[in-house]
Structures are given as C-alpha cells and as structure tokens.
C-alpha cells in the first residue's frame, strides 16, 4: 500500500511540474504576442491627434524635380498644372528652358512604428499634370499625372497614382522612384523627437525613375525615338522634402507667377 501511495503521489506531482511548465510556456507565448502587438503601426490622418502619442501631424510633401527631368520636359516643350490638392511651380531662364520646377501636396497621412516612434510612411494628396504636343520624332502627344506620392521608408521607395493618356489609364500604388537616400531631421523618430511638432521633417534624395515608371511615362506621353531617350533610365528625378502647409495667399501667387511663365514661353515659341 506505501508503494501505491509514493507513486500516486509521485503521479500526482509530475502532473502539478507538467500543468506548471505549460502555464509558464502560455505565459511566455502571451508576453511574446503582447511584445508583437506593441511594435505595431499606426496610420495617423493628417490633423487627427495620434492614438499612438497624441500629436496631431501636418505639413506637405514636396517634389522638387531634378536637372535631368528638367531637361526631359523642355525637349517635349511639356506644359504643366496643378492636379487635385497639389499646386505646381516652374521658372524659366531667358532661353526659355527650365530653371526650376517643383509640386507641393498636403499630407493626407503618416504611418509611425507604434514601438518606437519612427515614421515608417508618409502620404500626401494632389500633384501635377504633364502635357505634351505632337513633335515629330519625339512625341505622338499625350498626358501624364503624378500625384498622391506616398513615401515608403522600410522600402527606400516613391509609390504613387500615375494617370496617363494613351491607354496607360489610372494606377494606384504604382512603384514609379527608388530613393538613394532619406535624411531625418533630429532624432529620425518622427514629430515626437523633433520638440516641433508641426510636420515630420526628412528629405529623399537621389530619386531614380524605375524601368516600369519608365515605360508608363513613355507609354503616356506617346514618346518616340528622340523623346525615349531624353529620358532613358538611369534618370535623377530629383528630391523630396516635406515642408510647411503654405498659406492660400501663397497658393495664389504661386498661380499667378506660373501662369505670366507659362504665357512668356508660349510666346517665345510662337516667335521661333
């Protein structure tokens, strides 16, 4: 009888130690899944107070377009506008060519690593248009619209809504640039670290236009021999900085500033 009860007792415990060791392995399980669910992300809106940190994000995401591009469009002798929320700005030189062009669009959202504070997204709304007229041997004519740039920064990448004439239609999410490099201002951990809390600060460098970006551009604008390659990949597009939401008065003289450009060049063209 002693010899049953030691080894129902000794039963009994290995029962209890195995019971123990699965609580403690839930238990362990249970605080790697709470661990997870904290590095999350967080999709803030633009002007809505984070569920994450409280703060309330702003600002504009800025296409400034490179020499390269530049170049590109004074070959087509493109004309531009603004498309949706987004306000373009150009300036010519006394040649007529290109000396800067540049698209502002308001953030629609960011997306911030719920863990660390770190942007790991950043949205806007609006863009521009790019139209081009038949030149022989360059282009058959056509349209593109760029807007709704969204940058990815776990993928070094510009995704964006791409509209394009000639049966290229509407594209979300296109992945049209490779970023060479982002540059954080302050800590890089997003509004949180930068004591300014107005709009999360970074630029993107060394925006490479990718081969399918390529072809839907080209496809777009209807370009031929001469206009495929003004354009042929690698090209610069340029840099991308957030800034500031500009005032409605500066949206104003924005416009009227690009359309007395858009007017002198017309009439130096006519003249040629």
Not at 66 to 83: C, E, H, K, M, N
Not at 170 to 181: A, E, Y
Not at 249 to 262: H, I, N, Q
Request: one cysteine or more; glycine letters at 12%.
């Amino acid at each position: 009888m002693a010899a049953i009860s030691l080894c129902l007792h000794q039963a009994t415990n290995k029962g209890k130690i195995m019971t123990f060791r699965f609580r403690q392995v839930v238990a362990v399980s249970m605080l790697a899944m709470g661990g997870l669910a904290q590095a999350a992300y967080v999709d803030v809106p633009a002007g809505t107070p984070s569920p994450y940190d409280g703060f309330t994000y702003q600002g504009a995401l800025a296409l400034t377009y490179g020499a390269d591009i530049l170049g590109a469009w004074d070959t087509f002798r493109v004309s531009v506008s603004s498309y949706g929320a987004g306000m373009v700005t150009a300036s010519r030189d006394t040649d007529g060519f290109f000396a800067q062009m540049s698209q502002t669009a308001p953030m629609s959202s960011v997306t911030v690593d719920s863990g660390t504070g770190a942007l790991a997204r950043y949205d806007s709304a609006g863009g521009t248009t790019i139209t081009v007229p038949a030149l022989k041997s360059v282009t058959s004519g056509g349209s593109f619209t760029l807007t709704d740039l969204s940058v990815d920064f776990k993928q070094k990448q510009v995704n964006a809504t791409i509209i394009g004439a000639n049966g290229v239609g509407t594209l979300t999410n296109f992945h049209l640039l490779d970023i060479q490099s982002i540059t954080l201002v302050g800590a890089g951990q997003g509004c949180p670290a930068f004591g300014d809390c107005a709009y999360p600060r970074f630029t993107a460098s060394g925006l490479i236009l990718t081969a399918e970006g390529y072809n839907k551009i080209s496809q777009s604008l209807g370009l031929q021999q001469l206009g495929r390659a003004a354009i042929w990949d690698p090209i610069d597009f340029g840099v991308l900085t957030t800034v500031a939401i500009p005032e409605p008065s500066t949206y104003t003289l924005m416009g009227v500033g690009l359309l007395g450009v858009w007017g002198a060049a017309k009439r130096r063209r006519a003249r040629l």
